[in-house]
């Protein structure tokens, strides 16, 4: 657990918050994120990277992607599934300080890379079965 707030965090997301909003937890809004195995409903998930917001953004499921700037606040902690030391962390709730586009080619190559991987998992699966 650490306190540190030093930077410039982003989360990646869909429009429809405002500056001077918050990005919440899960268990607080009910909108489903990108889950993982070590995913924490009761948290909210931040990232000092532009391009892994990016990414977080142009989830398929994501209509209109955008990348929030946010400052977090109370305790953040590191992303236990992450598995690049510092790539995210969580935080108890984010305020959005500004609202910054994806580019449309990044969120095609990102979705692209995302369905990709889907095909990979499933056919992994598949062959265990």
Same mark, same amino acid.
């Given at each position: 657990m650490t306190s540190e707030t030093k930077g410039t965090y982003f989360h990646g997301g869909d429009r429809g918050l405002q500056v001077?909003?918050?990005?919440?937890?899960?268990s607080e809004t009910g909108v489903a994120g990108m889950s993982h195995p070590l995913h924490r409903k009761d948290r909210a998930y931040i990232t000092p990277s532009i391009?892994? +917001?990016h990414f977080y953004a142009s989830d398929p499921d994501h209509a209109k992607p955008v990348v929030y700037v946010v400052k977090p606040e109370g305790e953040i902690e590191q992303d236990p599934d992450c598995n690049r030391l510092g790539g995210s962390f969580t935080c108890q709730k984010a305020k959005i300080i500004g609202i910054k586009k994806v580019p449309g080619k990044v969120i095609k190559k990102n979705r692209? +890379?995302?369905i990709k991987n889907m095909h990979r998992l499933e056919a992994k699966k598949a062959a265990r079965q």
């Open positions: 001077g909003d918050f990005i919440l937890p899960q391009v892994d +917001a692209k +890379a995302m």
